[in-house]
T-cell receptor, first 113, second 112 residues
Framework: EAQVTQNPRYLITVTGKKLTVTCSQN?????MSWYRQDPGLGLRQIYY???????DKGDVPEGYKVSRKEKRNFPLILESPSPNQTSLYFC????????????FGPGTRLTVT | QKEVEQNSGPLSVPEGAIASLNCTYS??????FFWYRQYSGKSPELIMF????GDKEDGRFTAQLNKASQYVSLLIRDSQPSDSATYLC????????????FGTGTQLKVEL
């Protein structure tokens, strides 16, 4: 089954404790992206990757890191989480070319206390 | 001005009616437009995309695009309770590559 998976789905952590949210896709997609979704602000892009070893900042990259060492994986790293990073996070992937659009993972609900 | 604007709703329609969801965008050069449906607590799901002015129909859904007015809409015919969700409008900005800019969504409630 074609899918984007994320782990963990739910996470409660404390300020400053490093964490990683994993994202994996089995569709051989070149493009992968991370979003956060907050009430009243909608979906905002954090980072994206055009292919292996190619990453770039989105609209709200502060406080986040990413890496793309393999085509299927695109982890999101929070080196020192803060309460304002409490949010619902989505990973998405897309194949290149017009007519192919972004497919989203199930989401990770993160709470930083 | 927000790049992609939607009325947050909720928009309430009776079962069987036509639901009309609207979206305006600020980047006049935008070329691609998308509608995603998001059930509460779930991930967004692509339901329609449109690239050219006019209408595009897929089952009960019709997307309408008017680039001159910078306006895109989604019509849902014969609305069902299962259509109750938040509908996100997304726009690919000029030179944006694969980037999508999302509106904040319109909540639709289909009432029995």
């Amino acid at each position: 089954e074609a899918q984007v998976t994320q782990n963990p789905r739910y996470l409660i952590t404390v300020t400053g404790k490093k964490l990683t949210v994993t994202c994996s896709q089995n569709m051989n997609h070149e493009y992968m992206s991370w979003y956060r979704q907050d009430p009243g602000l909608g979906l905002r892009q954090i980072y994206y990757s055009m292919n292996v070893e190619v990453t770039d900042k989105g609209d709200v990259p502060e406080g986040y890191k990413v890496s793309r060492k393999e085509k299927r994986n695109f982890p999101l790293i929070l080196e020192s989480p803060s309460p304002n990073q409490t949010s619902l996070y989505f990973c998405a992937s897309k194949s290149e070319g017009r007519g192919y659009e972004q497919y989203f993972g199930p989401g990770t609900r993160l709470t930083v206390t | 001005q927000k790049e992609v604007e939607q009325n947050s709703g909720p928009l309430s329609v009776p079962e069987g009616a036509i639901a009309s969801l609207n979206c305006t965008y600020s980047d006049r050069g935008s070329q691609s437009f998308f509608w995603y449906r998001q059930y509460s607590g779930k991930s967004p799901e692509l339901i329609m995309f449109i690239y050219s002015n006019g209408d595009k129909e897929d089952g009960r859904f019709t997307a309408q695009l008017n680039k001159a007015s910078q306006y895109v809409s989604l019509l849902i015919r014969d609305s069902q309770p299962s259509d109750s969700a938040t509908y996100l409008c997304a726009v690919r900005p000029t030179g944006g590559g694969n980037k999508l800019t999302f509106g904040t969504g319109t909540q639709l409630k289909v009432e029995l």
